[in-house]
């Protein structure tokens, strides 16, 4: 299996910036691409980013793109989410997940426990 856990979420101010980490373990790992989904009270959990761990290649969402980037270092086990000009609709519980490549949390195995953004209006 699979272990995640995410990191460094927190308060921000509309437009700032923040910088998720997922730090990744399991012998199984190195072969997984690395999604990142969100979850605001009251709503379904959703699509952020995804990477390929082997490639690199992402896809964001289109609520995301041109401000969040998602990468990854395959020496540590780490995936990134770098979010900038953050928005108070970007509120949300973060998650990682692996052993998936598409935008549905039904194409993920393993998730973290998650890390709680908050961005002020």
């Known amino acids: 299996q699979v272990q995640l856990v995410e990191s460094g979420g927190g308060l921000v101010q509309a437009g700032g910036s923040l910088r998720l980490s997922c730090t990744a373990s399991?012998?199984?790992?190195?072969?997984?691409?690395m999604g990142w989904f969100r979850q605001a009270p009251g709503k379904e959990r959703e699509f952020v980013a995804v990477?390929?761990?082997?490639?690199?290649?992402?896809n964001y969402a289109d609520s995301v793109k041109g401000r969040f980037t998602v990468s990854r270092d395959n020496a540590k086990n780490m995936v990134y989410l770098q979010m900038n000009s953050l928005k108070p609709e970007d509120t949300a519980v973060y998650y990682c997940?692996?052993?998936?490549?598409?935008?549905?949390?039904?194409?993920?195995?393993?998730w973290g426990q998650g890390t709680q953004v908050t961005v002020s209006s």
């Open positions: 399991g012998r199984t790992f190195s072969s997984n691409n």
């Open positions: 990477i390929s761990w082997s490639s690199g290649r992402t």
């Open positions: 997940a692996a052993r998936g490549w598409g935008t549905s949390t039904y194409d993920y195995s393993y």
